[in-house]
């Protein structure tokens, strides 16, 4: 692969997806230079709060595994350094790992710019080369041409085939489709309601929306009960309206 300017591939393992609030326990970079010379730069992070047990099992990165590691403040300027005005590339790093590490660098008083920069995103190029769409899982799962494309029937026909196909290639021949409930859609289970204006992050509930968004009910319910008291008379689902009571009831209790 030619280059005329330097380029690092990264990667973050985080406590979780959220964006705002989430943060890095692994950083790790390839870093290729026009002549060819390659550099290396890895690092676990203490991330200041539990990693949750969903995410240790994915990435195999404990609590015990990072309770001596630098936080990510002791490392910010090595981190910089390493990437330099290099342009950037990774996989789906421009919605998740460059938001993040861009916020965590802020926040520690420095900044990585982008602006004179190239990123190139592994998964944009590959979803923009590379139908993804039914016809494609057609061909792919059941290995023919789909005909009458858009027509309901032959797409619901269609699609049903490619289910079947997905069951053989995935799934348990004794369980077949139920063997594929481990991809079915789920809820995320850290947000409370279907409007996903609740959230439970790190053993506390924020709310994700509003002048109060990103910050948790314990911390407004201090500087501004009165707006949660507003929201119980609002139209939010019954479940987030039930836990901002609770909280409201708790803090009349201290």
Known sequence: MKLIHTLVVLDLETTGTWIEKDKIIEIGMVKINPNDSKEIFVERVNPGIPIPKEVTELTGISNEDIK????FKDISERVLKFIGDADLSGFNIKNFDIPILRREIHNVGLELGLSNRNIFDSQI???VNEKRDL???YKF???????DKHAALADASAALEVLMGQTKMYGNEAEE???LKKFSYQQRSDFIDDERKLRLWNGD???TFGKYRNRSLNEIVNIDKNYLSWLVGSDLSGKAKE???QVLNSEKNR
């Open 177 to 179: 489709l139920e063997s």
């Open 243 to 245: 836990i901002i009571i």
């Open 141 to 147: 799962y059941c290995k023919n041409e789909l005909k």
């Open 205 to 207: 509930y924020y709310l």
């Open 125 to 127: 190029i590959f979803h």
């Open 135 to 137: 016809t494609a899982a």
């Open 68 to 71: 001596n590691a630098p936080l």
